[in-house]
């Protein structure tokens, strides 16, 4: 089945500072690649998402950028702000192609912002 | 709309004890999953269903069983609680499957002693 290995595990960054935060991914079918955010005490809540079909998707501050080639894939955040602190989770699925449909998450990156 | 709903919050069991956490969503979703989060783990598949009837195993399945016999309805349930289990449940449900984005519940926290 899909590993997914997240990297760092925690990031501590000063406000205005960028974010960058990788995974790797091991099956070569997995097209959709999400990534989650979860605030303490929160439930986890989509922020960007890509498809294989694409290199890089920008939303405002956040970006994603993904190498199929190497199996891996960056969520970047830019001027971090105190409200950017929570823990990140990257996800990987390979949808109908394969016999599980799921979606499988890394072990979540904790982000600090400094004020 | 509710979204997804989950009962109890939090729940304390002895080992041995069974029980069945709750969720239920209001948005017509076919795909519904259970997921388990603990420190450093990220969420794990417990069991999926991608319709009424239709449930299938996910990454950790091994004392847990699920049933789907309506679409709102996703119940979880622990057959023999074990400290093991001590964890965060997290029920998410989406449209037709993993590949969009998956709407989570707000968890439920399982204790077992």
């Known amino acids: 089945g899909e590993n997914v290995e997240q990297h760092p595990s925690t990031l501590s960054v000063q406000e205005g500072d960028s974010a960058v935060i990788k995974c790797t991914y091991s099956?070569?079918?997995?097209?959709?690649f999400p990534w989650y955010k979860q605030e303490l005490g929160k439930r986890p809540q989509l922020i960007i998402d890509?498809?294989?079909?694409?290199g890089e998707k920008k939303d405002q501050r956040i970006a994603v950028t993904l190498n199929k080639t190497a199996k891996h894939f960056s969520l970047h955040i830019t001027e971090t702000q105190p409200e950017d602190s929570a823990v990140y989770f990257c996800a990987a699925s390979s949808g109908v192609r394969t016999g599980r449909r799921a979606l499988t998450f890394g072990s979540g990156t904790r982000l600090q912002v400094q004020p | 709309n509710a979204g997804v709903t989950q009962t109890p919050k939090f729940q304390v069991l002895k080992t041995g004890q069974s029980m069945t956490l709750q969720c239920a969503q209001d948005?017509?979703?076919?795909?519904m999953s259970w997921y388990r989060q603990d420190p450093g783990m990220g969420l794990r598949l417990i069991h999926y269903s991608v319709g009424a009837g239709i449930t299938d195993q996910g990454e950790v399945p091994n004392g847990y069983n699920v049933s789907r016999s309506t679409t709102e309805d996703f119940p979880l349930r622990l057959l023999s609680a074990a400290p093991s289990q001590t964890s965060v449940y997290f029920c998410?449900?989406?449209?037709?499957?993993?590949?969009?984005?998956?709407?989570f519940g707000p968890g439920t926290r399982l204790l077992v002693l």
């Open positions: 948005m017509n979703h076919e795909y």
């Open positions: 998410a449900s989406s449209y037709l499957g993993p590949q969009e984005t998956q709407y």
């Open positions: 890509i498809r294989s079909n694409v």
């Open positions: 099956d070569s079918a997995s097209n959709y």
